[in-house]
């Protein structure tokens, strides 16, 4: 607790002295130790963060692609090529340019400020257009990152961790996180910098419906994303969330402006709005890193509203240690004793935030 307080104590006289404050605890702090086992019903890992399926029984990870969890290729065999249109937006595009990594297409240019060379374009063959995952006005989707309104420093920094091997998923079968990795370990300071300057400028606004449940509609998992499978009847929510896209052909087509519900199991906003206030004696309060609205404080990442599969992939990352980037220390006490049960329940709570 004196190490954290010590930390925060420094956060609160300089936004910029993370870094400085990390190094001077290292020599205090004994190192990690192994990640506890669960101790909830929980199964082993939130394969549903990750938006993959359950691991076999076994609990091996295959390497690389894991078992098929898109659905077959849709069915039409002539390439669709009408244009598309989405509500509000004036612009039309064919699926091809809309899935078009190095010339992403941008529905509503009005929503941000003019998008730097990187976002929009990349650079062939490694640095994807950032817009195409990310969205435009970085937003981002369950199955990569909310960047919008992110501290510079700290889109700065997480970009220099994926580079240097210090962020990686801990369920391998993720192949975007690997994209993500492959693209900043290409990207120059130029570009690093050009990017965080852009996503850091925008403000945060929410789009996700959080709803208590303790049954879901039946989803089915394409491209690490939930979908309802229409008529699909109802299941047990378990120890879950489930986000899932409000309309899933807006989503198909990348519409920015069109978001996400988000299947909570029942308990868990009360339970969450506890942790994150007290720390129920098992972590730390966040606000006082977070800042009090969880909005962001310094070169500390905002958690309001953002999207609790998410916040729980990064909450176990760095509890399971392949999140280990040059601030994470900072984190490793707030998560070493939280159950999935209480990542669930924190994640709830904070995404529900206005
Ligand atoms: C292929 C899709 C893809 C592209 C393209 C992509 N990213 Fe990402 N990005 C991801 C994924 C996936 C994650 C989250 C990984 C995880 O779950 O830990 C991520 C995470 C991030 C984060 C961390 C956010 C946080 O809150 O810690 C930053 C910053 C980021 N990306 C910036 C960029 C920039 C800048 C570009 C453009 C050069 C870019 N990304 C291009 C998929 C992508
Ligand atoms: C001692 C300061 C501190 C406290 C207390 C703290 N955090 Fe953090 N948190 C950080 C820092 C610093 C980072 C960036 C870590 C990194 O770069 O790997 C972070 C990152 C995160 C992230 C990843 C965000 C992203 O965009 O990828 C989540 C989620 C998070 N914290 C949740 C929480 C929750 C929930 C609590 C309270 C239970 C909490 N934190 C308490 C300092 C703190």
Redesign the pocket.
Known sequence: MST?LR??GV?ALSSFT?GGVVAAQAPSSAPAPPAPAPTSQAPASPAWAYGLPPLPPDGTLPAGRGPATAAPPAAPRQPDTSLKHVPGSTQEFTLAHIRDYWDVGDWFPEDHPPMPNVVVHGRQPHVRGCAMCHMPNGKGRPEN??VAG?PYP?IV??LH?FKNDL?TSADTRKTNTAQMIEAAKDMTDEEINAAAEYFSSMKWTPWIRVVEADTVPKTRIQGNVFFVIPDGGTEPIGHRIIESPEDSERFELRDPRSGFVAYVPTGSLKKGAA??AS?GGK????G???GTDLKGLG?????AG?SPS??VR??WD?QQGT??????P??R??VEK?TQDDMIA??AY?ASLK
């Open positions: 954290v930390a925060v956060l993370l990152a909310p992110q700290y920094q997480q961790d962020r942790l994150v720390g972590t730390t309060p966040c006082v890193c977070h070169p500390v990442p905002g958690l953002r998410y916040i990064q909450l760095i999140r280990k980037g040059t601030w994470s900072l984190m006490p707030v939280l924190i994640a904070v």
